[in-house]
Nanobody, 118 residues
Framework: EVQLQASGGGLVQPGGSLRLSCVTS????????MKWLRQAPGEGLERVST????????HTIDSVKDRFTISRDDAKNTLYLQMNSLKPEDTALYYC???????????WGQGTLVTVSS
């Protein structure tokens, strides 16, 4: 059974940092591309950052690319998102997703809530 469990969210002041983790199981993580997505209150789903199966390539959307970094630890079957200089507009429910061969999300788990507020 494929499982993805995101954690690390919380309440942080503007300018603060958080590191999200996504622990996975039920598939071969080391060769699987992964993605972080987010959904802000009242908004649609936004694809934030993608990393390929061996960690040699990644892409992050322009609005956060200077502040967010995606990474992976294949030994721990875990995906990360380091978020620095957080802004109120980063407030959202953050999800991790597994990508299939066509780089479409085929599994995602429960999200972790990030709230940026003073």
């Amino acid at each position: 059974e494929v499982q993805l469990q995101a954690s690390g969210g919380g309440l942080v002041q503007p300018g603060g940092s958080l590191r999200l983790s996504c622990v996975t199981s039920g598939f071969t993580f080391a060769r699987t591309a992964m993605k972080w997505l987010r959904q802000a209150p009242g908004e649609g789903l936004e694809r934030v950052s993608t990393i390929n199966g061996d960690g040699t390539w990644s892409h992050t959307i322009d609005s956060v690319k200077d502040r967010f970094t995606i990474s992976r630890d294949d030994a721990k079957n875990t995906l990360y998102l380091q978020m620095n200089s957080l802004k109120p507009e980063d407030t959202a429910l953050y999800y991790c997703g597994r990508l299939n061969y066509w780089y479409c999300v085929d599994y995602w788990g429960q999200g972790t809530l990030v709230t940026v507020s003073s």
